[in-house]
Nanobody, 121 residues
Framework: VQLQASGGGLVQAGGSLRLSCAASGRIFSSYNMGWFRQAPGKEREFVAGISWSGSNIPYADSVKGRFTISRDNAKNTVYLQMNSLKPEDTAVYYC???????????????WGQGTQVTVSS
């Protein structure tokens, strides 16, 4: 599986962004997908995940109620809709694919290249 993340950018606090992660290669629909982020000087943290069937969708507490993850297996794409963005959401966001669980990051077999999200106050 090859992953290509896009959709990052600069947005003011309170604004929205939609990240996309397009997959190619092996069977996308059999993988659980996750979004992670890493801010400068901080460890990579789990943001949201979605199971291959879409039936299991965990979120980090810090983004619950603001972010929504979804997937379209027909388009081999997973999305992260981010609303009510805060300056502390500033980070490089990565998508990843796993055939195991959602956490820790070591469970993921494939990673995208990351897309920068910057939220100004």
């Amino acid at each position: 599986v090859q992953l290509q993340a896009s959709g990052g950018g600069l947005v003011q606090a309170g604004g929205s962004l939609r990240l996309s992660c397009a997959a190619s290669g092996r069977i996308f629909s059999s993988y659980n997908m996750g979004w992670f982020r890493q801010a400068p000087g901080k460890e990579r943290e789990f943001v949201a995940g979605i199971s291959w069937s879409g039936s299991n969708i965990p979120y980090a507490d810090s983004v619950k109620g603001r972010f929504t993850i979804s997937r379209d297996n027909a388009k081999n794409t997973v999305y992260l809709q981010m609303n009510s963005l805060k300056p502390e959401d500033t980070a490089v966001y990565y998508c990843a694919a796993s055939q195991k669980g959602f956490w820790p990051a070591a469970l993921y077999d494939y990673w995208g290249q990351g897309t920068q999200v910057t939220v100004s106050s």
